[in-house]
């Protein structure tokens, strides 16, 4: 079993910046595939960017320049910094991590973005 908690969500004003993280409580942290998730209201939940074990990325359209994904295995961390912030960003965002070996997806509970003037 994962845990993942996730933290710096907040308010911030358009073109503003935020960064969040995820913690991870997996033993073998290093094998997951790291994802970063929003849902924003009325909405489907959508992939926002993820990081592959070997440290490649890949980025939703509407988020690509703008927001970058990294990983720390020595701190089982995530981090999605994200800048130039649009209103259209607000969401709840969710960490998410994939085993590729096992095919099992966990999920944290999420920290809410509100892009707001």
């Known amino acids: 079993q994962v845990q993942l908690v996730e933290s710096g969500g907040g308010l911030v004003q358009p073109g503003g910046s935020l960064r969040l993280s995820c913690a991870a409580s997996?033993?073998?942290?290093?094998?997951?595939?790291m994802g970063w998730y929003r849902q924003a209201p009325g909405k489907q939940r959508e992939l926002v960017a993820g990081?592959?074990?070997?440290?490649?990325?890949n980025y939703a359209d509407s988020v690509k320049g703008r927001f970058t994904i990294s990983r720390d295995n020595a701190k089982k961390t995530v981090y999605l910094q994200m800048s130039s912030l649009k209103p259209e960003d607000t969401a709840v965002y969710y960490c998410?991590?994939?085993?590729?070996?096992?095919?099992?997806?966990?999920w944290g509970k999420g920290t809410l973005v509100t892009v707001s003037s």
């Open positions: 997996a033993t073998r942290f290093s094998l997951y595939i």
């Open positions: 990081i592959s074990t070997g440290g490649l990325t």
């Open positions: 998410n991590a994939h085993s590729p070996s096992m095919g099992t997806d966990y």
